[in-house]
């Protein structure tokens, strides 16, 4: 069975620094790998995806996310934040590419300060 | 415009109650799932379908029950059977198969049990 774990439930970054939000999975096969963005009171967004093609992910709004097999990590990054990127984000992980054998991680709640 | 929409966005029920959520999507996805979202806990799949009149159960499934009569729709209801129905429900729906497999979501129903 595939997990995922988010390292920091919550995390606060000024405008215009570094965001960077921590996934590691776990899964006996390789996986597929997204990243969504939540806003309040709203669905889920696809930020971006991995599968197995080029290990640096590019999506929208900035973000980018690499897959490290060697680590089991899949970190999402963005070099500068801005207000509006203040969100939740959630890593997930499929084994088989089908949203019915994703799994969530308990996700990030992303803070950005002035 | 293509996309995914649940209704209502706030649904207040009484204990005892059963009570059903709507998705419909316009997307011409095989399949579509329903989660649940709780605080802390990430997304938890409640069930899915890959083709019509045809579904499965997913990892928390008691308390619940689905439909598939038709490619666009999805209905759920919560019964009363289930205990702990308070929640944040999300429907999603993606390809069944091939490269672009991703899940996209609804907006989301807030159910209040009072």
């Known amino acids: 069975a595939q997990s995922v774990t988010q390292l920091g439930s919550h995390v606060s970054v000024s405008e215009g620094a570094l965001v960077l939000l921590r996934c590691n999975y776990s899964s006996s096969v390789p996986p597929y790998l997204f990243w969504y963005v939540q806003y309040p009171n709203q669905g889920l967004q696809l930020l971006l995806k991995y599968t197995s093609a080029a290990t640096l992910v590019k999506g929208i709004n900035g973000f980018e996310a690499e897959f490290k097999k060697s680590e089991t990590s899949f970190h999402l990054t963005k070099p500068s934040a801005h207000m509006s990127d203040a969100a939740e984000y959630f890593c997930?992980?499929?084994?088989?590419?089908?949203?019915?054998?994703?799994?969530f991680g308990t996700g990030t709640r992303l803070q950005v300060t002035l | 415009d293509g996309g995914i929409t649940q209704s209502p966005k706030y649904l207040f029920r009484k204990e005892g109650q059963n009570v059903t959520l709507s998705c419909e999507q316009n997307l011409n996805h095989d399949a579509m799932y329903w989660y649940r979202q709780d605080p802390g806990q990430g997304l938890r799949l409640i069930y899915y379908s890959q083709i019509v009149n045809d579904f499965q159960k997913g990892d928390i499934a008691e308390g619940y029950s689905v439909s598939r009569e038709k490619k666009e729709s999805f209905p759920l209801t919560v019964t009363s059977a289930q205990k702990n129905p308070t929640a944040f429900y999300l429907c999603?729906?993606?390809?069944?198969?091939?490269?672009?497999?991703?899940?996209?979501f609804g907006q989301g129903t807030r159910l209040t049990v009072v």
């Open positions: 999603a729906s993606s390809f069944r198969q091939g490269p672009n497999t991703e899940a996209f």
């Open positions: 997930a992980v499929s084994l088989t590419g089908t949203a019915s054998k994703l799994t």
